[in-house]
């Protein structure tokens, strides 16, 4: 953490400077005064000897927060803190709590984000007297930050900011007049979230020692506070690290599963669909990456492996891949298709929420002669909003439907029913999840020409279908 020059006495009563657009603003003295002013109390202090427990005792060499009373002003100014709407809020009314209580003239807390080598830590709120260098999302520089990570895996710590470096990162500190800082971690004892820091002026360099019971009881209550967001947003960090060494590694194949012409017995086409490398149920996999704001790069990087493969299909069969209803209006398909785009029929699934119907009509005739299709049907209502709404060319009958349909009256008065529907409205059925030769022929009976299911062929690689 840095600081301008300007002096710390005639700092304190400047007020917080106006933030670039977009940029998070720096909290400042009289800022955190009215805040605080304005927070009133809410519960008591917690217990001095769980939050001992809560960071792991206190700094080497010094006193331990499990054998002394907390101040009264320091368990009053602990009782003000609560979670507020967002971790940025929260971490900032921590800060001001410990400047103003503490009286120090600057304080941050800093969370460590990333994962092996590409860790740095980045300010979640900052408060000097005067304007800081540092900034809230912005890395503190690569080398200090390497350093803090690999100490804060030991426990709190002050350094002397007077030796051992001639950083210009540290010399902005000593201009600054500070001349010590605390380094409390946040989080797990050797894998911290974030960190605690408090630097001390020059008139006073050794407040520091005196004041890491004090800051020690701040730390356990930013852990309360804090912990479970930052473990969260490490959490989905990692999730989106993962998702994107899926897709930049290309770590996901191609299988097709045929579709028969239940008459004929015959495969008129396949449905291509994807494995993952490390076995994850692939909608989970594309749950995940929606998830992280990586569904719709899943999808293409999916889909260019599929059609790169597909072109090995016998010639005029069909091919059928899923496709999110963002994805079929995105407009990156124009540039994903191929020339023989007249084979390819496009499913959208029960589980898809298609906000706009409009929308992705207009997207399919753009995309002619592309095909639609609504899988899942009869699995819920979306499917069948779906069908009535998108006009679909195919409808593909729940596997649920079709489990056990040859004993099953109720099942196939369902399915002629659809079978009628899709005499009236021109619409083709097949019937997923076929397992025996029974389901098969009555459906037959019924009046679908198409089915696909294990009795058919399982999903397989090309040349290993059976």
Known sequence: MTQRTEPAERAAG??????????????????????????PPRRRAPDAQARGRAIGGAAPGGPSTTDRATDPTVAASLG????????????????????????LPAVAIEEIVGAGASRRVVPLAVLTDGEAPIQVGRPIPAER???????????????????????????????????????????????????????????DPDRLGRLLPDLLE??????????????????TDDLRRDIERIIRGGRFRPVFQPIFDLDRAIAVGH????????????????????????????????????????????????????????????????????????????????HDLVADYPAVRAAMAGLAPVRLAVDDAGAGFASLRHIIELEPDFVKLDMGLVRGIDGDPARQGLVAGMAYFAIRTDRTLIAEGIETAAERDMLRSLGIRLGQGFLLGRPAALGRRG
């Open 14 to 39: 400047r007020l917080a400077r106006r933030p670039a657009p977009g940029e998070p603003p720096t909290v400042t003295r009289p800022r955190a005064d009215r805040l605080l002013a304005e927070a």
């Open 80 to 103: 003000r803190l609560r979670a507020s709407a967002s971790l940025e809020a929260t971490a900032a009314a921590i800060v001001a709590e410990v400047a103003a209580t503490l009286r």
């Open 145 to 203: 930050g390497r350093y803090l990570i690999e100490r804060a895996g030991r426990g709190p710590w002050v350094d002397d900011l007077t030796v051992g470096s001639d950083s210009a990162f540290l010399a902005a500190w000593r201009a600054a007049g500070l001349v010590a800082a605390a380094y409390l971690p946040i989080g797990d004892p050797g894998a911290p979230s974030a960190i605690l820091v408090a630097g001390a002026p020059d008139r």
């Open 218 to 235: 701040y730390t356990a209550v930013a852990l309360s506070l804090l912990g479970p967001r930052l473990a969260a947003r490490r959490a």
């Open 271 to 350: 449905e291509a669909l994807t494995r993952f490398a490390d076995e994850r149920p692939p909608d989970l996999v594309f749950q995940q990456a929606a998830g992280v704001g990586l569904g719709l790069e899943l999808e293409i990087a999916t889909l260019r492996k599929i059609l790169e493969v597909a072109g090995r299909l016998p010639f005029g069969a069909l091919l059928s891949v899923n496709a999110s209803p963002e994805l079929i209006t995105s407009g990156r398909l124009e540039t994903v298709l191929p020339p023989w785009r007249g084979r390819i029929v496009l499913e959208v699934t029960e």
